[in-house]
């Protein structure tokens, strides 16, 4: 019977082989475990990403290879484990609490920037890092200002007070700022005629370079970014666009996430006291709250694009690194499977997609709405778009009455806020049309959302480097800051 059972734990290790054969290949420095604490910190942080959206991109790669799974390279980490996000006031957590817990260690309520549940405020890993004179980067595909970035350098009791968040961040002392949302940072009357929400008449981007930072502000200096050279001891801010970036399928005339997280470390690494890095690939979020599994997937391997620059630091300086890879939660109820498809999946039929549901909102459906009413649409006008865009053809007559029926109650201007549960189930908040073709692109798929917000799924962490041995079975998010404060022998 023994034999019996290795026999088939052979066959089954044999089988996956054939599955995984040809994903890439992640090279990593062999790891000393050494007590000695570490000169750099580097947390990587996919929001909303869970194992779910992680799966989810290794089947749409493994698609492309003729596979049912690829690897994204975290998943070679020597170190792995599963973990628990609850928030302090609720089991489903927001942005804002989970990255609270990260970054300080301690439970709070949605909505808490930094705060306790009873609005004190808490000390963050980054002023830890400060108080060991190493350097600090933040660097993020959203809003400088959103909820993640915002926990590590600033106190506030409202994640929505970014007029307030801006100051802190200004005055933070952080040496490398790096992603959207100028707007909470260029006065309303700046010399370069950019858009402004600040109400104070404040531009602190000049307060910034009164300090000694050098700014890139707007993606009209992403070249000048990227073929700047960082001097040591130079602080940097760059803020390349009003809001949060584009998705990565976008192809916006940005830095990448990737550029990004490589100029930091090329900044950070000047300081022989070392540094802390939180980098967060923040979109993933957004379209899985949209359902866009594609534009998800895509933000994902930005994503591990950055991780890969991670890596190739690690590598440099093995003994001196800490790298953790993690998520601050799980969005959108994301599944590998669809009652329709049964046991089936058709991940190939997500290749097709060349934009996400808000570009396609935003640049194309939003000008067919203006010239047209709810007598006159019609979803023949819109099939070459979704052969093109989605990869959409061969609509069958379900599909088509689901779509003209959106359809018009886009034209209507009946974009769902959630007055009716009906309508909030179907649509979420979003454009019904355009809702209706991510959900027939991921029923074609065998891929399925259960929700428009976040769920209290565990996210998984991965970790490489001195201190990563602590990153193994079932633990949760308030750990990940005890196991960076420990790497980096810091004291209260």
Known sequence: MKKKIMFLLLVSMFSFSLFSEGTKEVTLSTETNS?????????????????????????????????????????????????????????ITDSAAAGTALATGSKTYCGAISVDMNKNELK?????????????????????????????????????????????????????????????????????????????????IKEMEKAGYRSFISEEETIDFLNYKPKAGEKIVGLFSYSHLDYAIDD????????????????????????????EGGRIDHACHANDAVTAIEDTLAFEDAVQVAIDFYNKNPNDTLVIVTGDHETGGLTLG??????????????????????????????????????????????????????????????????????????????????????????????????????????????????YSHTAVPVATFAIGNGSEKVNGMFDNTDIFNFMLEAMDSTN
């Not at 402004?196 to 404040?202: C, P, W």
């Not at 005339?253 to 939180?278: C, H, I, R, V, W």
């Open 124 to 204: 963050t890993i980054l002023e830890y890092a400060q108080d060991k004179n190493k350097s600090t980067g933040i660097v993020t595909s959203t809003r400088v200002t959103h909820a993640t970035p915002a926990v590590f350098l600033s106190k506030n009791i409202d994640r929505n007070a970014e007029n307030e968040i801006a100051m802190d961040e200004a005055y933070s002392g952080v040496d490398f700022l790096a992603g959207g949302g100028y707007r909470y940072f260029v006065s309303k009357d700046n010399e370069k005629g950019l858009a402004s929400k600040r109400t104070d008449g404040i531009d602190l």
């Open 338 to 451: 669809f009652a329709g498809t049964h046991y089936e999946s058709a991940y190939e039929q997500l290749q097709n997609q060349k934009i996400s549901y808000e570009k396609y909102g935003s640049q194309y459906f939003a000008d067919y709405k203006k010239s047209h009413s709810i007598s006159n649409c019609n979803l023949s006008d819109l099939e070459n778009d979704l052969n093109y865009y989605f990869g959409l053809n061969n609509l069958n007559d379900e599909e088509r009455t689901s779509l003209q029926n959106a359809l018009k109650r886009s034209v209507a201007g009946e974009v769902i806020t959630g007055t009716q549960e009906s309508d909030y189930l179907l649509y979420g908040g979003y454009e019904p049309f355009i809702m209706e073709i991510t959900h027939i692109l991921n029923k074609r798929a065998g891929v399925a959302f259960t929700s």
């Open 35 to 91: 007590t000695k604490s570490v000169k750099n910190v580097i947390l990587l942080v996919g929001d909303g990403m869970s194992v779910a959206q992680i799966a989810t991109t290794d089947a749409f790669i493994g698609a492309q290879k003729g596979q049912y799974l690829s690897k994204l390279n975290f998943e070679d980490f020597n170190h792995q484990g599963l973990t628990s996000t609850y928030a302090g006031d609720r089991l």
């Open 252 to 279: 916006a005339n940005q830095p990448t996430l990737a550029q990004m997280t490589d100029k930091a470390l090329e900044s950070l690494s000047y300081d022989n006291d070392g540094f802390f890095l939180m980098v």
